[in-house]
């Protein structure tokens, strides 16, 4: 275990040169960084699988997790003591998993097809922005069953205003300012949030004096209880419909930019994609295409965990406070788990899945991503929809750079593309 002065400036340009601190200086790193305070940085999948089968008094993912309290309150999934989230994850979980899936492939598909139709023919494009606003609209309909165009613009337009601001280094600089204010102190942010909220506090309210019962994520909330029987308050429904709206909305959206991205490099792959997509015999290559994408571009920057404890890691025993980060970049380009890292191989997956802690943009253990399901249909869905609807080819043939935004890694160029239809 090395501490590397140096770690914090190497984060801010990019899974690269952290890759080569590690193959420097081994496989845990520890550093300082502003706001957040001593880190271990981590790419070794066995003391990975071990933090995070530690046990809850020990380590903690609540408190790792608070970066995203400006956007998903202090009651959302992510930020919630380990008792409170399993009681609340499963009760969510039905609403996102199983055959709810089903259900929501025909619409997913349908958003689909009026996204690559929207899109401009032959000439170069930002796809990013386009998939934003798409599954901001797929993921309204799951969580609020909104599909009606009046009410998807009265949704839309301050959400994706919020979600927009909170994807920004602004939101990052604030954040490690917090003790002196910095978030208190943002008077537009405020605004932004308070309008979301009126949203979705009216959306409550109108249920409740309807008496309405609705299987979208809402409804099942609005049934859920809190460990003392009692329904859950207005704000903590807000704060869990936001956890599911930003995770769906940014991480689902970033992640399907980079899978086209990818695409777009290597047509090789694309053929055999489209092939699958035209034959419509099953998604075992979409699949594969997917992991693969998502572990060249992992849309995800940290997996973050807390000590609660003096914490024994490989040599080093870690003070109680000090911030563990699963580096998911360095983890997913570790040369002893994938040989040749850097390339995009979907091959590797075929008849296989993801198993243990090698592979994880939706991060692991109790606090695994409760819309990974959810976010893998989608973008397999997505994929086969423009497969069969256009020709994809880069604007430009190098890789877009990974540019750190918050919390996530997106496309430095907005996953810029030539779409030819192929219908014309």
């Avoid at 911030?323 to 390339?343: E, W």
Wanted: charged fraction near 25%.
């Amino acid at each position: 275990m090395t501490t590397h002065p140096l770690m914090p400036a190497y984060l801010l340009l990019g899974g690269r040169a952290v890759e080569r601190a590690f193959d420097q200086a081994g496989e845990v790193i520890t550093t300082w960084l502003p706001g957040v305070g001593e880190v271990a940085l981590l790419r070794d999948p066995v003391l990975i699988r071990q933090v995070m089968r530690s046990s809850g008094e020990v380590i903690d993912a609540a408190s790792a997790n608070r970066v995203q309290e400006p956007v998903i309150g202090r009651r959302g999934l992510a930020v919630l003591p380990d008792a409170d989230h399993r009681r609340l994850r499963s009760v969510m979980q039905p609403a996102l998993r199983g055959p709810a899936l089903q259900n929501l492939r025909e619409s997913t598909a349908r958003i689909a097809r009026q996204t690559v139709l929207a899109c401009p023919a032959a000439t170069p494009f930002e796809l990013l922005p386009r998939l934003r606003v798409a599954m901001l609209r797929a993921i309204l309909e799951v969580a609020l069953g909104i599909d009606d165009p009046h009410r998807l613009r009265q949704w839309s337009t301050p959400l994706r205003r919020l979600l927009n601001r909170a994807d920004s280094y602004e939101i990052t600089v604030r954040y490690a300012l917090r003790h002196v204010g910095a978030l208190e102190a943002w008077p537009s942010y405020r605004r932004l949030n308070a309008a979301c909220d009126r949203l979705i506090h009216a959306e409550v309210d109108r249920r409740r004096r309807r008496g309405e019962d609705r299987d979208d994520v809402l409804g099942v909330l609005m049934r859920a209880c809190d460990e003392r029987g009692a329904r859950l308050t207005r704000q903590a429904l807000r704060d869990e419909l936001m956890s599911v709206i930003a995770g769906a909305r940014t991480t689902t959206a970033t992640g399907l930019a980079w899978v086209f991205e990818r695409l777009a490099r290597h047509p090789e792959v694309l053929r055999r994609l489209t092939a699958e997509a035209d034959a419509a015999d099953g998604e075992s290559y979409a699949a594969a295409v997917v992991y693969e994408a998502l572990r060249v571009r992992p849309p995800v920057t940290f997996i973050g965990r807390r000590t609660l404890r003096p914490y024994r890691l490989g040599p080093r025993t870690l003070r109680p406070g000090t911030v563990i980060a699963v580096h998911l970049m360095a983890l997913h380009h570790n040369p002893g788990l994938y040989p040749d890292p850097a390339a995009f191989r979907p091959e590797r997956w075929l008849g296989k899945r993801p198993s243990g802690y090698g592979w994880m943009p939706f991060g692991g253990g109790t606090h695994t991503c409760i819309g990974d399901h959810l976010a893998m249909m989608q973008i397999r869905t997505f994929l086969h929809v423009f497969a069969r609807h256009a020709e994809l080819r880069t604007a430009d043939a190098r890789d877009e750079p990974v540019r750190w935004r918050a919390i996530s890694n997106t496309p430095g160029r907005g996953c810029r593309l030539i779409l030819w239809p192929r219908d014309q």
